[in-house]
């Protein structure tokens, strides 16, 4: 679920998203698409064994039916042109930065507190990308992304999911001005979050592909999650990281 309460204090990208290149570009979104697509293909199949298995036993034809059912309901929905701008336009802007070129792996880092007076906990999540058009992809360059979190109640965000400004826009030129609003955002941490950046990534150089970092208000990492999970693993019950 997406916690809109943010974005009446947050710093929004400024950018003007390109629809088209989103639906081209971002891959979490067409990683989606190619679920819900596969997820209809399913539905099919289990709706032709329920015909099928209608003339044999209705037991069998019932299950297949009902699966049926599950997988289009997995399948159904469809990311609205207004929903895509505001996922770049309304999201919050926050630092990212690409901590490996092989694969390509984007770390973005975004504040989880959710309530005022709550000690502050930050996220490191890890997306690896297969192409980011319109970027250098060189090691330790600065990627401005927008984020939405899911909230699940509590004090804290569950989780996040950035998405860079390459995905969202050609536009070079406001992708650097968002760049510099990130830069003066940073100045206002009580540490240089790009260093954050690079020391989680060489401390958990294995994290891997929707992956977070939990980090305290001193940026000391903590806990450890999978962004669909609810609840995080403390780093003490993890193998000691390389």
């Not at 001193?218 to 193998?239: C, I, T």
């Amino acid at each position: 679920m997406v916690d809109y309460s943010q974005f009446e204090a947050s710093v929004k990208s400024g950018i003007h998203a390109d629809v088209s290149r989103i639906r081209q570009k971002d891959e979490i979104i067409k990683a989606v698409v190619k679920k819900r697509r596969n997820s209809a293909i399913i539905c099919v199949c289990f709706l032709c064994m329920a015909g099928i298995s209608l003339f044999k036993s209705w037991i069998p034809a019932v299950i297949c039916f009902l699966l049926a059912l599950f997988f289009l309901w997995r399948a159904v929905g469809k990311f609205s042109d207004e929903y895509l701008r505001e996922m770049y336009e309304e999201g919050l802007l926050v630092p990212g930065m690409i901590v490996k070129t092989e694969p390509l792996t984007i770390m973005a880092i975004a504040n989880m507190t959710a309530r005022y007076g709550a000690a502050t906990v930050n996220g490191c999540y890890c997306l690896e990308a297969k192409e980011l058009d319109g970027a250098q992809k060189i090691l330790f360059e600065k990627i401005p992304c927008s984020c939405f979190f899911c909230y699940e109640g509590g004090d804290y965000h569950s989780s996040f999911q950035p998405h860079p400004l390459y995905w969202g826009t050609a536009d070079q030129q406001s992708i650097q001005e968002a760049l510099r609003q990130v830069e003066e955002d940073n100045k206002e941490n009580t540490r240089d979050e790009w260093e954050v950046l690079k020391e989680v990534a060489r401390q958990f150089p294995d994290l891997g592909n929707g992956n977070l970092i939990l980090l305290d208000e001193n940026y000391v990492p903590f806990g450890k999650k999978n962004y669909m999970d609810s609840n995080y693993k403390p780093l003490s019950e993890e193998a000691e990281p390389k």
